[in-house]
């Protein structure tokens, strides 16, 4: 470790602790991997996972998507550890794994219990002397009040990773961006629950932030042959740290939009969607979630009826983000009448609509078509709002059939190819927000004085801030590792661990940030008061906690581990 240490007696892990932790989170993955090949067992019908036997599972499911997601946080931040590393980075490292192996270890005892395995396996791990050592330099309390004065002095830099020059200037340039134009704005559309002004949007558009998944080719800024994932979190963290909802949020619905067109659409609706979508004109919102149905796709009943020329469409949209201001709408629509069909009988209409800047609205057409639009009052997350959307015989043309007549039925497919990047993109979000509350909460710490002394000098003070700030680091590190597994054409199974764990993680460290503000925490004029209620939507879409954990994660690691097709996706 270099010698910063220096400056936080104690701060220095050791490369013992170091070589005790990398050797429990060995033993835990072996554990972790029985545990998963066991209980996918007991799921097995014929050679296959059965879904009523999963369901029977959902606890240990449950269990065993969330120890997945800690260990390989845990594995990602102490392979990151080098020898030349700051010593804060290994301290903050062996923290984050001394509580994530607790958490793994309590978590496989259901997996165990529910999979019939002997318990000993587990309470050996706990027994040796690397979870002691471990502990102690991880978690003991003279380290954490030592971390906690590293994290003080940091100003949030935490969990630092490598970037090319391209990747670097764009970090420098949209976290400029993000505290010069976007910070000072946030408060009052929060508050006011403003729609997102031109004010930002604008020199959004210029900077391109619309076509970060988009080709070059089509006038936007990812490369040709392949993508660039990285680039999409760095912009997203960045713009996050200012506002989740005005925006940090604002290149989702381009990522899946765009996404399902390069997967799909015919090269016609690509050469005339994706240069629009790049230059932020039209905006664009997706409409999937409908009041009777959720995160179940499979089950959406939103009808579309053929007619001349193009589709009658009837029925309810609702969490549509984004859908006032939007000029195209992406919907997932019915369009076999056959319901048993399922996910196989949904196509991807694109329904264009005037831009309208209020929190209703109404368009009608000439042959009687309507659509109309009311905001959903939210606690947090506003700026875009997300409307109930209502579809009266609403006409849309058969050129906007994403795919046209070899799309129909192909919607659920060229809706998840988005979701992978929108996995991510989220992940981004909720690191940047989680930075943007530890920031505020170390000023505040410097600034407050309690019984005389500075808030940030007080141990407990520290011991929050340390888990603060390595819960930040770990969540980072992991994003922008599985960014990189993206771009090379891997990491599907672990961008839905890196969302699953960074969301729930936002929630956390902005509950902490708000707790050290205390009274001030709880007023609207105080920044952090914003990261809290908008952290909270984090793990309720771009795939709600419980349905990632169950039917994607859990599923997923058994597939993998059983050898099974579909493994990982």
Sequence with gaps: MKDDARACPGLDPGTAALAAARRLLGGVRAAFDAGTLALGRQCLSNGRLDGRKLDQQQVASFELAWAGADLLASETALAAVADDAPAIEGALALLFAADAVASVLDKLETVYLEAGLDLAALRQLRAGTDWDLLRAAGSGARALEAAGRAVAASDG??????????????????????????????????????????????????????????????????????????????????????????AGSLITRPEILSRALMAGGTEAQKASWLPRLAAGDPLCAIAITEPDYGSDVAGL?????????????????????FAGKAGVLMVVTRTHPDRSLGHKG??????????????????????????????IPTIGYRGMHS???????????????????????????????????????????????????LRAAIRYGHDRKVFGSPLVDFPLTQA???????????????????????????????????????????EMVTREALQLHGGMGYAEETPVSRYFVDARVLSIFEGAEETLALKVVARGLME??????GAGA
């Design 157 to 246: 830099e935490l969990g630092p990773v490598a970037l090319d020059e391209q990747h670097a200037l764009a970090q420098d340039a949209f976290r400029r961006f993000a505290a010069d134009v976007v910070a000072p704005q946030a408060e009052a559309i929060h508050r006011h629950d403003r729609t997102v002004p031109e004010s930002l949007l604008q020199p959004l558009r210029e900077m391109g932030v619309f076509g970060l998944a988009i080709p070059e080719r089509f006038g936007g800024s990812s490369p040709n042959d392949r993508e660039d994932t990285l680039l999409m979190v760095v912009v997203t963290e960045a713009l996050s740290e200012g506002s989740l909802a005005a």
């Design 560 to 565: 993998r581990a059983l050898g099974l097709a």
């Design 301 to 321: 009943a939103l009808r579309g009826t053929k007619v001349e020329g193009g589709w009658r469409l009837t029925g309810a949209k609702t969490w549509c983000t």
């Design 387 to 437: 409307f109930d959307l209502s579809f009266e015989d609403f006409f849309v043309p058969d050129a906007n059939v994403v795919g046209g007549e070899a799309g129909l039925g192909q919607g659920f497919y060229l809706t998840m190819a988005g979701m992978v990047g929108g996995r991510m993109q989220t992940a981004a979000r909720a690191c940047g927000v989680m930075r943007a509350a």
């Design 464 to 506: 929050k801030l340390a888990r603060m700030g390595a819960r930040l680091a770990a969540c980072r590190r992991l994003a922008y590792r599985v960014a990189g597994l993206i771009d090379a054409g891997q990491g599907r199974m672990e961008a839905s661990l890196v969302k699953l764990l960074a969301c729930r993680s936002a």
């Design 346 to 375: 949904l196509s991807l209409l694109l329904v264009e609509k005037p831009s309208f800047d209020t929190h209703e609205f109404s368009v009608e057409q000439e042959g009687g078509g309507r659509l109309t639009g009311r905001a």
